[in-house]
């Protein structure tokens, strides 16, 4: 069974720099052909994909938020990691981690993302 978990502080002060980290179980993040992704959902609103970085150590980006993003990992423990500079209140959301790959089902192949973290809400405020 394949699970992730955000874990990082719950309220950033604005200017700071917000970093999260994805635990993973049951997967390997360097399995060939998985990305691992974050995601994030501002109150109110809908899923903003964020970022990625490959099995390979590739790194994608949103690119509204690539000057100030950069995810991370370390395969020792199978973790991922995002950071964002400089953030400010509209950076308040609920962000999560989630794997991305083909996904078979009922016979066909599927891309997507298939196993999500259960998400942590992020403030930002002084």
């Known amino acids: 069974q394949v699970q992730l978990q955000e874990s990082g502080p719950g309220l950033v002060k604005p200017s700071q720099t917000l970093s999260l980290t994805c635990t993973v179980s049951?997967?390997?993040?360097?399995?060939?052909?998985?990305?691992w992704n974050w995601i994030r959902q501002p109150p109110g609103k809908g899923l903003e994909w964020m970022g990625a970085?490959?099995?390979?150590?590739?790194?994608y980006y949103r690119p509204s938020l690539k000057s100030h993003a950069s995810i991370s990992r370390d395969t020792s423990k199978n973790q991922f990691t995002l950071q964002l500079s400089s953030v400010t209140p509209e950076d308040t959301s609920v962000y999560y981690c989630?794997?991305?790959?083909?996904?078979?089902?009922?016979?066909?192949?599927?891309?997507?993302?298939?196993?999500w973290g259960k998400g942590t809400l992020v403030t930002v405020s002084s």
């Open positions: 989630a794997r991305e790959g083909d996904i078979y089902y009922n016979g066909t192949y599927y891309h997507g993302m298939d196993y």
């Open positions: 049951g997967a390997s993040i360097t399995t060939t052909h998985y990305y």
């Open positions: 970085i490959a099995y390979d150590g590739s790194t």
